[in-house]
């Protein structure tokens, strides 16, 4: 089955870290942009930082701007997400998906392909 697998979610208090893992079952990453996505109880999915197939990271929301960075290690087929200064609102289930080479400007899950079950992250106040 072609997928990703999410793991390293957990509960953490306001102002600490957690680096999420995306690990591909089935496929190479390589050639795919790698997206990072949440969603919130009761809101849409959304992008959150996407890396390219070269190492290119494209940010789609400001408000992680300096605290989350997106990093990738194609010889463990896997990409990372290392989110720092959690907050409250960063609060959601985290998924990751794959597009050809490029990530798309838009940010929307729309396109993406191979989406895992997510990882729940929870901050607390």
């Known amino acids: 089955q072609l997928q990703f697998v999410e793991s390293g979610g957990g509960l953490v208090k306001s102002g600490g870290s957690l680096r999420l893992s995306c690990a591909a079952s089935?496929?190479?990453?390589?050639?795919?942009?790698v997206g990072w996505f949440r969603q919130a109880p009761g809101k849409e999915r959304e992008g959150v930082l996407c890396?390219?197939?070269?190492?290119?990271?494209?940010n789609y929301v400001d408000s992680v701007k300096g605290r989350f960075t997106i990093s990738r290690d194609n010889a463990k087929n896997t990409v990372y997400l290392q989110m720092n200064s959690l907050k409250p609102e960063d609060t959601a289930v985290y998924y990751c998906a794959a597009q050809y080479l490029y990530c798309s400007g838009y940010g929307g899950p729309g396109g993406m392909n191979y989406w895992g079950n997510g990882t729940l992250v929870t901050v607390s106040s």
């Open positions: 089935g496929f190479d990453l390589d050639y795919n942009a």
């Open positions: 890396i390219s197939h070269s190492g290119e990271s494209t």
